[in-house]
């Protein structure tokens, strides 16, 4: 399954490359990618566990960034 998330108050470049890692190294994540340009979050993940892993990939960002939300509906 593949997702994008719309990002608010990503502040940095590098931020988002940090993040951008740590999402990749999580299990179950076959790819992920935060642009800073468009503000937006796309994660791809196997499907039994990619509810898991979108709130793995929040806290991952919140760590980087706490200011930044990632909105998830």
Request: hydrophobic share 40%; glycine share 2%; aromatic share 4%.
């Given at each position: 399954m ?30 992920a990618?935060v ?5 937006k ?11 898991d892993?979108?709130?793995?990939a ?16």
């Amino acid at each position: 399954m593949k997702k994008t998330f719309q990002m608010i108050d990503l502040d940095c470049a590098n931020c988002a490359a940090k993040m951008e890692d740590a999402i990749k190294k999580l299990p179950g994540v076959k790819n992920a990618a935060v642009s800073f340009m468009t503000q937006k979050l796309t994660i791809e993940a196997e499907d039994d566990k990619f509810d898991d892993v979108v709130k793995q990939a929040v806290k991952a960002c919140k760590k980087v960034e706490p200011d930044c939300e990632v909105v998830v509906k």
